[in-house]
């Protein structure tokens, strides 16, 4: 398949997944949110290892929570009466390299080549000042992922070197994941005129692609903070939920946050689960600290991230920088 024929195919979903996922009516005071991520180590300076990730992702209007997904908030995570009850779709893809992208050959002791190609739906519930999260993510790992193709297409585009590896990517690999979080949202308080809260989130995944458990905490100052739980990411970092409240005044807030992450599987670093592909010797305690900023014009939200990774397994050379960028419209 050609870059041009993948890359009408990706447009073809994304569209097809809002068309989808549109709702029916929304107020002003209840509309969907659309968020569009971007992480990449260019902004670190580098381009290895965690290289690439775009994701969109689309919350429901609270009023135009599907049935189902009400069902299962209700009867199986708990739902009560005054909780407001929250569905997501979302569309993805994550491109792996080694650090010497110059090299046909394989290299046993760098990260492997590998693409991410996944769609996902999410059931949140919003209990006030604690936020519970389901989310499962299905989708395949390797060449149809497109991670070959849409690697070389935007070093083409940016004019910079070619990579030359791709042919070592692992292999085709149906992938799910399925994730449970919590996030508590200690009360705001007020310091020099600002406000100051804590986020500590704990959760866990299990799956083919990724099994790992999780905890950390989030520090944010600014004002408004109760407009949302942090900002939308792509896992495994610190993810927010994909919505936020909309506000007639200028809402921003800086925000730090550590969180340690225990992994007992990942298929970009273990290789493939049932053929033979290459692989490294993972580590098994990995840790993200991140910094940032967002900022919330009525309907629009901007958020900046950078994020430092620890080394991921045992050959890595240092730990890993990138960025990401999220813009969120409530529509």
């Known amino acids: 398949m050609s870059l041009r024929q993948s890359s009408l195919k990706i447009r073809t979903m994304i569209v097809g997944l809002l068309v989808l996922a549109w709702p029916a009516q929304a107020s002003a005071e209840d509309k969907g949110t659309l968020s569009l991520i971007v992480e990449n180590d260019l902004f670190g300076g580098t381009d290895q290892n965690y290289t690439n990730g775009l994701k969109a992702s689309y919350v429901f209007p609270k009023s135009a929570t599907p049935k189902p997904w009400r069902w299962v908030a209700r009867n199986i995570m708990q739902a009560e009466e005054g909780d407001t009850i929250y569905a997501g779709v979302s569309l993805g893809h994550s491109i792996f390299t080694p650090r010497d992208i110059t090299t046909e050959g394989p290299l046993p002791d760098q990260h492997p080549y590998a693409g991410w190609f996944y769609v996902g739906t999410s059931l949140l519930i919003d209990r006030g000042d604690v ?86 905490l989030t520090l944010r100052v600014g004002n408004n903070l109760d407009v949302d739980y942090g900002p939308p990411r792509i896992r495994p970092s610190i993810a927010g939920p994909g919505f936020f409240a909309p506000s007639d005044h200028l809402s921003w807030y800086l925000f730090a946050g550590f969180e340690g992450r225990a992994v007992a599987r990942n298929i970009f670093l273990d290789g493939n689960s049932y053929r033979d592909s290459l692989s490294v010797d993972k580590k098994n305690f990995v840790g993200d600290a991140q910094f940032g900023a967002a900022i919330q014009i009525m309907d629009v939200q901007m958020t900046y991230t950078f994020v430092l990774r620890t080394e991921e397994f045992d050959t890595q050379i240092d730990p890993h920088r990138f960025g990401a960028i999220s813009l969120s419209f409530k529509l």
Do not use: C, Y
């Open 131 to 216: 936020l519970d999260s389901l989310q499962i993510e299905t989708g395949i790992v390797g060449p149809h992922a497109f991670g070959k193709p849409v690697q070389r297409g935007w070093h083409e585009l940016i004019n910079v070197r070619e990579p030359r590896g791709w042919d070592n990517q692992l292999r085709d690999e149906p992938g799910l994941n399925v994730s449970v979080e919590r996030k508590w949202r200690a009360s705001t308080q007020r310091m020099m005129g600002l406000q100051a809260d804590l986020t500590p989130n704990v959760g866990a995944t299990v799956g083919n692609v990724l099994t790992q458990a999780k905890a950390g």
